[in-house]
């Protein structure tokens, strides 16, 4: 079972990120063809300007603070 799924909100991890590719929407999922959870490949868009490839290990879940009205 894939960590992310299709329309989640994910941000790269490591510090060396351009600000542009930081954030994105996970588009399609790619089990890997093994069976290794952490090799499941992720397309991401970057606000439509960049369409990339990440494996699991290199994303993490962006988690939104609820709303404080």
Do not use: C, H, W
């Amino acid at each position: 079972m894939s960590e992310f799924k299709v329309g989640g909100v994910v941000e790269r991890a490591g510090i060396l990120i351009p600000d542009y590719m930081k954030r994105g929407t996970i588009i399609r999922v790619i089990p890997n063809k093994d069976g290794i959870e952490s090799f499941t490949e992720y397309d991401v868009n970057f606000d439509d300007k960049v369409i990339a490839g990440f494996y699991q290990i290199q994303l993490r879940l962006v988690k939104f603070a609820p709303n404080s009205e």
